[in-house]
């Protein structure tokens, strides 16, 4: 009877070692930590889908973001940066509360990611085809969107693109300011088609924060160069029109 209740003792102590080896364990050991992805930058690029906006027009400006990343340059703008990698998404914008993502958060790394945010444009149809100009509301959007960004980045930029000055909506002064506040710059592309003197407009209502710029599109036929422009300054934070050395 007493061998029977020492070994007993035995056991109960060797239950008890086993079990207290994970709990210290895991008191004296944290759980891993999964590193949230970096990129330079976060680019939400906002494109016009008001009334004026026909769908020869809409097409236009689609297809001359999707050649934008299909151009070795943008590329060669990514691979400048401290991380090599950007996210970018793209939103259709008309009235103040009238906004459809398009193309959903993405990151370009290389080649293959560049072609695959590419073919995501090009694949996305036309979402709304009015409801006013609120270039106060596309800006307010984009913070949404960059809040919400599934990367960190070190900057963050919305690229407005339109054809109209704000129409509908709140002062784009008010929100400019505002997205400045929080780190964000916003650079423009207004296409000159209806309004001769957007560009004047949009420097002085419209773009805000540190670098920013306009690039203006004479006509909706000049868009793709001037996005190929744009994009490539705000990847690189170059002048326009600077040239790239590959990496």
Same mark, same amino acid.
């Given at each position: ?19 207290? #080896?994970?709990?210290? &364990? ?10 949230? /992805?970096? @990129? ?6 906002? %494109? ?16 001359? $973001? ?5 151009? /070795?340059? *943008? ?7 401290? $991380?090599? +990698? ?13 906004? *459809?993502?398009? =193309? ?10 560049? @072609?695959? %945010?590419?073919?995501?444009?090009? &694949? ?10 609120? #270039?106060?509301?596309?800006?307010? $959007? ?10 960190? +980045? ?16 709140? #002062? ?7 997205? =400045? ?8 592309? /207004? ?14 209502? @419209?773009?805000?924060? /540190?670098?920013?710029? @306009?690039?203006?599109?004479?006509? $909706? ?11 490539? +300054?705000?990847?690189?934070? #170059? ?5 790239? &050395?590959?990496?």
């Amino acid at each position: 009877m007493t061998a029977r209740k020492g070994n007993i003792r035995v056991l109960l102590w060797l239950l008890s070692v086993l079990f207290a #080896l994970p709990v210290s &364990a895991a008191q004296n050991t944290a759980p891993p930590r999964i590193p949230e /992805p970096q @990129v330079d930058v976060n680019l939400v690029l906002a %494109v016009d889908a008001s009334g004026s906006v026909s769908e020869d027009r809409f097409e236009l400006q689609k297809q001359g $973001y999707a050649a934008a990343f299909r151009n /070795p340059k *943008v590329l060669a703008a990514i691979r400048q940066g401290n $991380y090599q +990698a950007i996210a970018v998404s793209m939103v259709q914008w008309t009235g103040p509360t009238l906004h *459809v993502i398009s =193309v959903p958060w993405m990151t370009i790394r290389d080649q293959r990611s560049a @072609v695959a %945010v590419s073919n995501a444009i090009e &694949a996305a149809p036309r979402r709304i085809f009015g409801g006013g100009t609120s #270039l106060s509301g596309a800006i307010d $959007y984009g913070v949404l969107m960059l809040t919400a960004a599934p990367a960190r +980045a070190q900057r963050q930029v919305i690229d407005i693109s339109g054809d109209g000055s704000n129409n509908i909506g709140r #002062l784009p002064t008010q929100a400019r300011d505002e997205a =400045v506040k929080l780190g964000i710059r916003i650079n423009g592309l /207004p296409i000159l088609t209806i309004e001769p003197d957007l560009e004047a407009y949009y420097r002085q209502y @419209v773009i805000g924060g /540190p670098g920013a710029f @306009v690039i203006p599109a004479k006509s $909706y036929n000049e868009f793709a160069n001037a996005i190929l422009r744009k994009l490539i +300054a705000e990847i690189s934070q #170059l002048p326009p029109n600077t040239t790239l &050395a590959r990496r």
